[in-house]
Antibody, heavy 121, light 110 residues
Framework: EVQLLESGGGLVQPGGSLRLSCAAS????????MNWVRQAPGKGLEWVSG????????YSPDSVKGRFTISRDNSKNTLYLEMNSLRAEDTAVYYC??????????????WGQGTMVTVSS | QSALTQPASVSGSPGQSITISCTGT?????????VSWYQQHPGKAPKLLIY???NRPSGVSYRFSGSKSGNTASLTISGLQAEDEADYYC??????????FGGGTKLTVL
């Protein structure tokens, strides 16, 4: 059974940093690109970052480029999101998501339960 | 990268069919067949309904179908049921090697 379990969320001050983790199980982790998707309270979904199965290639939208870094440790079956220079608008539930096709950074068929990040003073 | 455009809300009666549109540009929806659709109930993680424009993952009801014409993709739900009441999101791969979601559509089953 595929499982994705996020952790690391919490309350952080503006300008601060946080590292999210996503522990994966039930599939061959290194075969799949992985992604982070967020959802601000009462708002829609926003794709945040993607990373290839090997970890060599990473992708992110302009809204987080230079502030967020996605990485993975295939020996630990774990995905990470390092978030720096956090802003109030980064407040959201952050989901780890696996694509249905191994190389995709879209079409997510498995999602974690999400971890809440609140940026506030 | 701008969000894809979806209607804020749609509604229908049980048994009817409804269609939700998702409009982008030639750099995303129109340029690639990597459009997916998701259903999200309150407090839950999204569920994949359609990928690659019209493919249904195993376990997803045949009542959900997808299509695309030019820069607009569509999700059709036939035989509306009360449990279909939820938020629906489209998503597309883009020429910037990123993903972009639509703003979401709230479906009300009357």
């Amino acid at each position: 059974e595929v499982q994705l379990l996020e952790s690391g969320g919490g309350l952080v001050q503006p300008g601060g940093s946080l590292r999210l983790s996503c522990a994966a199980s039930g599939f061959t982790f290194s075969n799949y690109a992985m992604n982070w998707v967020r959802q601000a309270p009462g708002k829609g979904l926003e794709w945040v970052s993607g990373i290839s199965g090997s970890g060599r290639d990473t992708y992110s939208p302009d809204s987080v480029k230079g502030r967020f870094t996605i990485s993975r440790d295939n020996s630990k079956n774990t995905l990470y999101l390092e978030m720096n220079s956090l802003r109030a608008e980064d407040t959201a539930v952050y989901y780890c998501a696996r694509p249905t096709v191994t190389t995709y950074i879209t079409a997510f068929d498995f999602w974690g339960q999400g971890t809440m990040v609140t940026v506030s003073s | 990268q701008s969000a894809l455009t979806q209607p804020a809300s749609v509604s229908g009666s049980p048994g009817q069919s409804i269609t939700i549109s998702c409009t982008g540009t030639s750099s995303d929806v129109g340029g690639y067949n990597h459009v997916s659709w998701y259903q999200q109930h309150p407090g839950k993680a999204p569920k994949l309904l359609i990928y690659d424009v019209s493919n249904r993952p195993s376990g997803v009801s045949y009542r959900f179908s997808g299509s695309k014409s030019g820069n607009t993709a569509s999700l059709t739900i036939s035989g509306l049921q009360a449990e279909d009441e939820a938020d629906y999101y489209c998503n597309s791969y883009t020429s910037s090697i990123t993903g972009v979601f639509g703003g979401g559509t709230k479906l009300t089953v009357l």
